[in-house]
């Protein structure tokens, strides 16, 4: 049986379909990554998987159990780490983690957890005096403390410095190693790329791309070439070179192509018939983001 299965999920707030006909599953010790712009019913849909809000219709089942009523037994076995938790600052942290850890059956030792989150040397300081990626870091702490076996993750390393995000997704990928099945949601698709066993892109209310995101990259089929203009060439020059949906911005060439090799090739031949070099020439496969943003229905910064 899946952690977490999902059947034709709907929710509407009147006139508005937050969620329509949502169905996924997650394999116990996955990672789902759910990805949307805001308001694509990505909060709806995980609310409802937590039993913080009610379904209009549908079958959901996280554990074996409805979380509309699972009640304790399903709480004692699930981990949420909203995008803001509003632990009282006169805690220390390790009140903090003490106190809320108390409501569980089975709990981690806090010297654990408080090595897990990055926090050991700031068990004794009060929360508010921790830094925004710090505070961060004890949501996460009290998300783990229980032991979950489902553990829901909104925006996690949001405010985390480069190392920081790291040690988490370290974190996470050991959680799951233990069992631990995840679902995800994060606006860094990077994150998402690294860690989702599968990705699902909901666009409003459904769900539009589902895969690994091997699977969902692979069917893109497209590449990016990048470069810098090169100094004392205009920009009629390469015409003829540059393809027309070619994006120039300043200095920035963007070029997304199926055919990435006869692209650079013909782009390389003009460049040394020309004595040119094309600073910064990359070739990247594509990425998750070019799924997003294929997909999504958002638009790219």
Known sequence: MPAVR?????????????????????????VYALLGQNGAGKSTAVEILEGHRKRDSGEVEVLGLDPADGGRELRDRIGIVLQSSGIEHEF????????YGSVYRRRRPIDEVLEL????HKADERVGTLSGGQQRRLDLALGIVG????????EPTTGFDPGARRRAWDVVSNLCTGGTTVLLTTHYLDEAEHLADRVGIISDGS?????????????IGVSTITFTWPEGVGSGELDGVLPEDAEV???????????????VHELTSWAVAHDVELPALTIQPPSLEDVYFQFANDERP
Do not use: C, H, W
């Open 6 to 30: 999902v059947r034709n999920l709907r929710k509407a707030y009147g006139q508005v379909t937050a969620v329509d006909d949502v169905s996924l599953e997650i394999e116990e010790g996955a």
């Open 92 to 99: 220390k942290v390790r009140e903090a983690i003490e106190t």
């Open 117 to 120: 989150a990055g926090l050991e």
């Open 147 to 154: 032991y979950p076996e489902v553990l829901f993750l909104d």
């Open 207 to 219: 769900i539009v791309a589902e895969g690994s995101p091997q699977e969902l990259m692979a069917g």
């Open 249 to 263: 911005r300043g200095n920035a060439v963007r070029i997304a192509t199926p055919t990435p090799t006869a692209a």
